[in-house]
């Protein structure tokens, strides 16, 4: 059983958006009312991604951005994939709709009746865990690969469970990826609920001792994490600093019974996800930490939005309209 | 897996041998022996190779109502695994937090393929519906909302070992405090989607069989079904005197980084799971009587894990009892690992190992103790259930007699 004192250490970082990498750089176009392109185009990256390219076909957009965040996560965090330490890595997935376009264009295919017209190279791109696979061979990950597909919450489910394969010691640095790309099978729904802009986004996790011994630059540490559904299992006395990501994926509840935050009153200070990148998706999980983290460190990105941000504690509430939701303590 | 002891309290099987009827009969049909694959009704396969796949017929006849028309069907195929589940674990309302974990592959592809159709060729029309009613998420969702479960609820995709990692996390969320009892499970329906993919990468059978470890192997069948088992730490389960079926004792999940769609050509990654479940459980390989084999009847999935068998149990490998069920209900992806734990479970209350059928000629490259020719009795105190999907992914589960 996990010692819940125990805390694991965020030792790197990532957000690939159009603009690039990082979240400030995201969060400054935006106070400054710049026209944001919503989709990224992984050109920009060019560079690394023909040092990454790996056999003769080139990767798909998803593979291209989600590998180059990955990259970017694990050099923030100095980690070095080798050979002795391959299968002590883990790479945890947040994904709810990023294959959708190899669905579509499967089903376009096949739909054409003849039993010859199907796409072998397409299909085994259908399952939204061939993503992280197909990273895992980019990198020679070899340690455990979960893809969570809980819609907004899932990578704040990867998150949790990533907890756990740390203090269970089956393995010693995971990598939270959380996406959140356009699709043009249902742009329109899309921009019903928020949406703003593309973001790929991750986080590192080790274990805090280790990550301090080696002299590691930790950005904040996970204390509490806790999941559920229906009810709410959030401290209700919290007098910190809040980051809050209200699920409007479709714009209303899939389930009969509300699941509702506490009013806002007694809070110091309310950060709302949403109001910030817009609607974030299966991204926001990760997204929320890293804001977090960037409080924790005093950045001053939204401090003309916000009072009191200032905060040595921040928990984090996600969640969806299903009635899932997840709340983490990050500390200083 | 140590500290606290995780038991199994209750178990259902929802596959193309029962067609719902339970999991009592799902295990006398698969110890039968019987075929339970059988031509393709309900999308139009001619002009295929393929003819065969494991389609359950009367599904709604055991769901009376519970689930509306409008959702997938394999929401409505879940929600009736999970009131079996529940009903053999004899959950009750304050029974303690519970929560749910399913693994699927493709989730509730029916509403997506309708969305697409609409989309794409009829009405050309986005329809917002539909869409909603094609997140995987919903899958867990709806079963927890049916059966108030307020503890996690967690839907994950690790292709065909998909299931087998819910269990692993479900144990997991009882290890650290965060929930009672948890669901595990997983489901995958039969859609012309998962069909036409399989047919595209030539993995099906072409002569109506399913033959895993047979030389004369063409492939697999693509079939549906659901399972879920409900574990429960053992202490909160002697406290409400639950029937105790056995004790989940390790399980280990890895991956091979090796190829998208094939496994590592030695089975590299699953003998490691193998190695390290055995770890998790305290165990040697000469303790376990029965492994519940992937066996898709593919060549490369049945080499591969012959030689990651090999890898993992050294000597003992030619002595420990095999079988593949998936000769009997075909290839259900997403649920097709927990369905193999539960021929586990089911083999150690009944010491009772169930048959390979159609493994009739034997390959050279495959030459383990694969059971054939009928079921087998004999103790089993320890059994393990071994996934292996695309991506590479790959897992092993242990269970123990209590």
Known sequence: MINMNQTIAISGKSCVTSLGEGVEVWIDAILNGEAIEPVINPDMFQTEINALQKGPYEMYRVQKITAITLLKALEDARVKITESNAERVSILFGSSYEIEGFKSDFFKTYRKSEPGLTSPSIFPYTSSSVIVSALSILFGIRGTNITFSNGITSASEAIIAGRDLLFSRKTDVVIVIGTNFFCDDFDSELHNCGFRQECCAAIVLERTEEAESTGKHVYAKIEQLHHGFGANNRRGDWKGCFITN??????RSFVKKEVRVKPWESVNSCVDLNSVFGNTFSASGVLGIILGSLFLAGSTVLEECYNNIESS?????????YGNHTSVVIKK | MRDKTIVITGISAITSLDNGAGVDTFWQRLCRGDNGLNAIR???VKGFECQIGGEIVGLEKHLNGMVPDICSRAVKMFTLAVRQAVEDAVIIENIGKVGICCGSVLGCIDIEERYFEKTFFADKKKDR???IGSSIQIIPSFAAEMFDFKGPNISVN???SSSSDAVILSANEIRNGRADIMLAGGVEIFSEFL???FSAIGALTK?????????NRTGLAVSEGAGVLVLEEKEHALARNAEIYCTLAGGS????AYNLVRPHVEGQGLSKAIMEALNSAGAQPQDIDYISAHGTGTYHNDLAETKAIKRAFGKEAKSVKISAIKSMIGHTMGSSAVLGAISCVRAIKDNIIPPTINCETPDVECDLNYVTGGFCETKVNMAMVLAAGFGGQNSALIFKEE
């Open chain 2, 207 to 215: 002569d109506g069989k399913v033959r895993p470890f047979d030389k």
């Open chain 1, 313 to 321: 504690e921040i928990l984090f509430i996600n969640e969806d309209n």
């Open chain 1, 246 to 251: 209200r699920g409007n994926s479709f714009g």
């Open chain 2, 42 to 44: 309900s999308i139009d």
């Open chain 2, 253 to 256: 999940s890895t991956v091979d």
């Open chain 2, 129 to 131: 519906e539909l869409l």
């Open chain 2, 195 to 197: 069909f036409r993919g």
């Open chain 2, 158 to 160: 690790t292709a065909c």
